[in-house]
């Protein structure tokens, strides 16, 4: 099947500094990549569609100046959060779906803001 | 407002034996429904994927239905072994707008006992 990597897995980070996270699909172009957040115990929630080219489009309640997406080619997007807090520590989680139906995820990313 | 619920929160069954997983969303119109594989801190795996028109798709020793206008689906998995222990999850899709947004379930996190 179609590969989606991340990096990093984890980061950890002092409050106020930023973070970016990469997401590439390895072996097949992606116009349009998601980036979830999943909090403990919660269920995996859509932030951002980033698109190929144009701006994101951000999900009610999600701060676009907090969360920078920028997709400059067809097979990298990335995540930067910016002046990270604590409440920004969470697993953040990319997908992209080839030509397929199915969407394949990247491995994830650990954040957590001292 | 799609919402997916999963039931049971957590299983725990001795290796060998049948189980199914329950899924449920509250909104019909859905374009295709999907169970996800996660283990701990690491990405999602596709296990199955089911078009609305679909009643049912099988992969090896799973299987997973649809009942679109109950809003519910189930995921079986036959013979179950300790290497299927992991979180399951279950994602719709919506088929308004040609939105590609999952709505994703809390999860089931499966225990199999050697």
């Known amino acids: 099947g179609a590969v989606v990597s991340q990096h990093p897995s984890w980061v950890i980070c002092k409050s106020g500094t930023s973070v970016k996270i990469e997401c590439r699909s390895l072996?097949?172009?992606?116009?349009?990549m998601f980036w979830y957040r999943q909090f403990p115990k919660q269920s995996l929630m859509l932030m951002a569609t980033?698109?190929?080219?144009?701006?994101?489009?951000?999900e009610q309640g999600v701060e676009k100046d907090k969360f920078l997406i920028n997709h400059a080619s067809l097979t990298l997007s990335t995540l930067t959060v910016t002046s990270a807090h604590p409440e920004d520590s969470s697993f953040y989680i990319c997908?992209?779906?080839?030509?397929?139906?199915?969407?394949?995820f990247g491995s994830g990313t650990q954040l957590s803001v001292l | 407002k799609q919402e997916v619920t999963q039931i049971p929160a957590a299983l725990s069954v001795p290796e060998g034996e049948n189980l199914v997983l329950n899924c449920s969303f509250t909104?019909?119109?859905?374009?295709?429904l999907q169970w996800f594989r996660q283990d701990p801190g690491k990405g999602l795996t596709s296990l199955l994927l089911?078009?609305?028109?679909?009643r049912e798709q099988t992969s090896g020793r799973l299987n997973a239905s649809l009942d679109k206008s109950s809003g519910r689906s189930t995921l079986y998995i036959a013979a179950s072994q300790p290497g299927d222990s992991a979180t399951y999850l279950c994602?719709?899709?919506?088929?308004?707008?040609?939105?590609?947004?999952?709505?994703f379930g809390k999860g089931t996190k499966l225990t199999v006992n050697p």
């Open positions: 997908s992209a779906r080839p030509i397929t139906e199915k969407l394949f």
């Open positions: 072996d097949f172009q992606a116009t349009t």
């Open positions: 980033s698109n190929e080219g144009s701006k994101a489009t951000y």
């Open positions: 909104d019909s119109a859905i374009y295709n």
């Open positions: 089911i078009q609305s028109s679909q």
């Open positions: 994602a719709v899709r919506g088929s308004q707008g040609g939105s590609e947004k999952l709505v």
